[in-house]
């Protein structure tokens, strides 16, 4: 299958090329090239703030936000049969000047943080997510696994999203 990068916001530059390759890497390493396709967007503050309002109700802008084409997947247990004849697992949405802030505050590079957001998000197709401590753990492992592997293959040092602070923990589902 596939999966398709677009930069829809102007306020911060980005390498698509670049992003398009990472984002490449990560679904070879959640097994998912083959059979599977995304989509990956980068979108304005002001857009996911909206975005964030219409479909969480929650206020401000945020840094990702994914949504599942498929509702009934169990973290770890996907399979291609049990979702029909649409393979698209779903969208993920950055918002690149929410992460550059992050950046700046981190001391961490911009373009080299952004297959974190995407791993975040990825899980987040995948059915894992953060409202339980056990939820948690469960994404928290599997960030940290991709991302490990994603540093082996790259070079570039990658944290779990779901490391950072409680803020990504519990409750804050994306």
């Not at 779903?90 to 550059?100: M, R, T």
Request: hydrophobic share 35%; charged share 20%; glycine share 6%.
């Amino acid at each position: 299958m596939s999966f398709v990068v677009r930069n829809l916001q102007r306020s911060v530059p980005l390498s698509v090329k670049h992003l398009q390759s990472h984002v490449s890497i990560l679904m070879n390493l959640f097994d998912l090239i083959e059979s599977y396709s995304l989509g990956v967007i980068c979108v304005s503050k002001l857009r996911i703030k909206e975005m964030n309002k219409v479909y969480r109700n929650v206020e401000g802008s945020t840094d990702v936000l994914s949504f599942p084409n498929h509702q009934d997947i169990i973290p770890g247990q996907l399979q291609i049969e049990s979702l029909g004849f649409d393979n698209s697992l779903g969208d993920i949405f950055l918002c690149p000047s929410v992460i550059k802030q992050q950046c700046v505050e981190d001391e961490t590079d911009f373009q080299n943080s952004l297959p974190v957001y995407v791993t975040h998000g990825i899980c987040h197709l995948l059915g894992y997510t953060h409202n339980t401590k056990e939820d948690w753990k469960l994404m928290f492992s599997k960030e940290k696994e991709i991302l490990s592997a994603f540093t082996q293959r790259t070079g570039i040092n990658c944290i779990p999203l779901t490391s950072y602070s409680n803020k990504y923990c519990l409750g804050d589902n994306m």
